[in-house]
Each structure stands twice: as structure tokens, then as C-alpha cells.
């Protein structure tokens, strides 16, 4: 079994009305429970909007990323799949598809580290 990392990008907008945004997260919840008793779901957290961003050799330090809202990451989640179709397949219960959401499925690379 891999793990896979589901980067979420898009969504339910913001000034979404409260009833919207609570329905939103009522298909969230049922997914990662589907998901979770399928024994597929590890983990994953939403993101704030905002942050910091390092660059290059001098390690600057400024405030972003400051992207197209529907280029944000909101969130991710690591689930547990054999490979990419069955991550991929694992998707279809998306919540924010219909708002425009995207998902972008990354396989994690085993490593070890040495103790």
C-alpha cells in the first residue's frame, strides 16, 4: 500500500452564505468518513489563507503566497491506495468539484531516514 498526498485547491468561495458553507462541510465530513471506513483515510488538515514563502539562497522571508483564490491551497489529506487509479478513484466524492474545486493526487516517496 502507498500513501498519496490530495492537495485541495478551490472551493467553496469565502463569502459563501453561512447555510452554504455549513452544507459544504457536511459533505466534507461524510467523505472523510467514507474514506476513513474504508480504511484509506490517514490524515489531513484545512489550511488559513496566507503564510509566508522562503526563497533562494538568501532565505528571504515574505508574506504570501498572494495567488488567484481558486489557485489556493486550502487543504490536503494522506490517504492510504495500491496506486494512482485507485487515488484518483478514491476523488470522486469531492465536495467542491461543483464550486470549481481542483485536486491534485501526488504519490509520497518512502524514505528512511537513518537513526
Known sequence: MEKFMLIFQGGVSPDASPEAMQDNMGKWLAWVNKLAAA???VSGEP???GGKVIKGNSK???DGPF???KEIVGGYFIVNAGDYDEAVALCEDYPDYE???TIHVRQVMKMEVPA
Do not use: A, D, F, H
Request: hydrophobic share 25%.
Open 60 to 62: 528571504n522571508v515574505v
Open 39 to 41: 480504511g484509506k483515510y
Open 47 to 49: 489550511l488559513l489563507p
Open 99 to 101: 464550486s470549481g474545486g
Open 67 to 69: 495567488t488567484e483564490g
